[in-house]
């Protein structure tokens, strides 16, 4: 048995894979660089894949050749004054279907029965990729479209986050003894994290609520001691 999990060196992504395989699969961690300005997010993968044992992969496709992101394009900014409304600035246009389509690749490689992506669609930034009815017709895209699929032994598609609060997801990771403090989810590609991006305040709050003030940001701590 064997499963390729979708690692981004965030909390939802490692969290995502450890909950769907439990420790009885063999787990091939893809990471991808679609030129992301937030690149340190693929170290915290790669060694997120080396704390668990899982096998590495690293592919390379370049969204950021056209941009239309602001985590793609540097003439896009990250929003940083609050959470943002509607699908943000920070919304890659086709990434998931891209991820998702190199991960079935892998998939069918390496006869891996699942891929677990760490998806939500509760606590999220409004990315019309991440809702359960995209996720349900591509489950049926990838069985018309791979030999795996058409013999019946088609992949299935895992969201374990999937309708999960942040608060959760924070609880389920350290009961699964996630190193929270080696995951990266801020949108800005600093040497620590910005603490005002849409990512850092739903993970800031998560990690408040969870009794985990030791590992929120600089900015995150900052603010609730001073009530804000």
Not at 4 to 18: E, N, P, Q, R
Request: proline share 5%; aromatic share 6%.
């Amino acid at each position: 048995m064997a499963a390729v999990a979708l690692l981004s060196g965030g909390l939802d992504s490692i969290t995502a894979a450890l909950l769907a395989t439990g420790g009885g699969e063999v787990v091939h961690a893809l990471a991808l660089d679609y030129g992301q300005r937030h690149r340190v997010e693929l170290e915290r993968a790669a060694t997120l894949s080396a704390h668990f044992g899982f096998i590495y992969h690293l592919a390379r496709v370049s969204l950021s050749d056209w941009g239309g992101s602001a985590l793609t394009d540097p003439g896009v900014a990250v929003p940083t004054g609050g959470l943002s409304e509607g699908i943000p600035p920070t919304y890659v246009p086709g990434r998931n279907t891209v991820f998702i389509a190199l991960a079935l690749s892998l998939a069918e490689a390496v006869g891996a029965d699942q891929i677990v992506l760490g998806i939500n669609s509760v606590d999220y930034s409004g990315y019309p990729d991440c809702r359960p009815e995209y996720l349900e017709a591509y489950s049926r895209l990838a069985d018309l479209a791979t030999r795996a699929g058409l013999e019946g032994r088609g992949p299935r598609l895992i969201a374990p986050l999937q309708r999960m609060h942040k608060v959760e997801i924070v609880q389920a990771a350290l009961e699964l003894g996630v190193p929270i403090e080696l995951t990266w989810s801020c949108y800005l590609g600093g040497a620590e994290p910005c603490g005002r991006c849409d990512s850092c305040r739903i993970r800031d709050a998560a990690l408040a609520e969870a009794g985990r003030i030791d590992l929120m940001t600089a900015v995150g701590q900052a603010a609730l001691q001073a009530g804000g």
